[in-house]
Structure formats: C-alpha cells, structure tokens
C-alpha cells in the first residue's frame, strides 16, 4: 500500500512568515509523530498524536510550533513567524498503536528560511 | 535521560565486504526497543532492522545483522557483502516500552544518534 506522504517536498520562505507542512500517514496508522532532522540538533522529536487522545508536544521547541490532526488522519505542522534557525528538513512518521510498533517514515520536507 | 550516540560519523567499505557500525546507548529502562534506520539522499528514512530488548537472539534480515549486548548497551549492525546501494546515513534509535496504560497520551517516541555516513567503494 502507498506510504507516508509530505507536502510540500521543499519549502523556501523570508523570515516571518508562516508556513504550514502537511502529513498524510498510513491508511489504517493511528498513531503519528513529527521529527526535525537539522545539522546542529540532529534527528528531535517535536509531537506525537495516538487516535483522538491529546497530543503529546513536549517535544515543540518554541510557542510559534503548534499541530493539528484533522479526523484522525492528515496531520498538519504549523509554524508561525519563521526564524533562519527553523531551517530543517521535518519528517513525519506513522505506526499502529502498540508498545513498540515501527514507526515508518515520509520523504519529508525540507524548510529554508531566508 | 535516555541518550544514543553513533562515534562513527564516517565509515567507508569495499563493494562485497564486510562492515560494522557502532551505536551505544543510555538508558534505566529494561524494556525498550532498538533500530537502525537507512538515510538515502532521498531523505526516505528506511527501517533496516529492529530489536527487542527483551529478546536474548539478535535480529536478523538478509545481509543486516546486529550485535546487540545488553549489558553493554550495544548495539552495533553489521552488514555482509556490502553493495553500493547500501550507501547512506544510518541512524541507530532507541525507543522504551509504553506502558500500555500510557499508549494513548505517551507516545513511544524515537532518541536518534547522530548518524554514521557509510560509503561504498567500487
């Protein structure tokens, strides 16, 4: 079946504006994860959604991050006022529900603030 | 804090040898989960490999094998007859076991080493 998929593959943006990246999982994954993949951080991770439950942020570096996941599925990550240092490459990940279920990872999108 | 580190940031091997990658880890917990992840160019994050901790007998798929001590808390992946697609960033992760009371608002997030780049020689 199709994998997880991102959009937009590259995003190039001035510093200030905001930016929305979306995720659509795998059909039937309940549970999804955002990463950042930047050279000074390495891979972090940001937020997490299991089903209709609250979302764990505590991974969310700044109050300009936020997430959402509309009815259970397509996940979108906004961030608001964009700095040079939100400069990354974002995955998004999805698995089934489970104590240690794989997590199977989009091509992601790559974020370039000027 | 659980922490992962890979202190090989490059490694090169022949076409057809044999190479092994290094990946230690920090943790208090005695169950948990180990993978390695393949990075391609693609940016694609590709699952290579996965360990249970709880499992004494090392994972293995195809070529891929791991080397996985507990005690130690190593987890080194070795791979047999090296092809040139095997070029790419791999990443070792570790991920504890949710309780499963905690599934539904603790996510099993994954604590990444900072990669090994490996390249293949013709």
């Known amino acids: 079946g199709a994998g997880v998929s991102q959009s937009p593959s590259n995003k190039v943006t001035e510093k200030g504006k905001d930016v929305e990246l979306r995720c659509d999982p795998i059909?039937?994954?309940?549970?999804l994860y955002w990463y950042r993949q930047s050279l000074g951080q390495g891979l972090e991770f940001l937020i997490y959604?299991?089903?209709?439950?609250?979302?764990?942020k505590s991974g969310l570096p700044s109050d300009r991050f936020s997430a959402e996941r509309t009815g259970g599925s397509v996940s979108t990550l906004t961030i608001q006022r964009t700095q040079q240092e939100d400069s990354a490459v974002y995955l998004c990940?999805?698995?089934?529900?489970?104590?240690?279920?794989?997590?199977?990872f989009g091509p992601g999108t790559r974020l370039l603030v000027l | 804090a659980q922490t992962v580190t890979q202190s090989q940031p490059e490694m090169s091997v022949q076409e057809a040898e044999t190479v092994t990658l290094s990946c230690t880890y920090d943790?208090?917990?005695?169950?948990?989960?180990l993978f390695w992840y393949k990075q391609p160019p693609s940016r694609q994050m590709i699952l290579v490999i996965r360990q249970e901790a709880y499992k004494q007998q090392n994972a293995t798929e195809n070529r891929f094998s791991v080397n996985f001590q507990k005690a130690a808390k190593s987890f080194s992946l070795k791979i047999s007859d090296s092809q040139l697609g095997d070029a790419a960033m791999y990443f070792c992760?570790?991920?504890?076991?949710?309780?499963?009371?905690?599934?539904?608002?603790?996510?099993?997030?994954?604590?990444f080493g900072q990669g090994t780049e490996l390249s293949v020689k013709p």
């Open positions: 059909s039937g994954h309940t549970a």
């Open positions: 943790t208090s917990e005695s169950d948990y989960y």
């Open positions: 959604f299991q089903g209709n439950s609250a979302p764990d």
């Open positions: 992760a570790y991920r504890f076991s949710i309780p499963v009371s905690m599934i539904y608002n603790q996510g099993g997030k994954l604590i």
């Open positions: 990940a999805s698995s089934l529900a489970g104590r240690g279920e794989t997590q199977y």
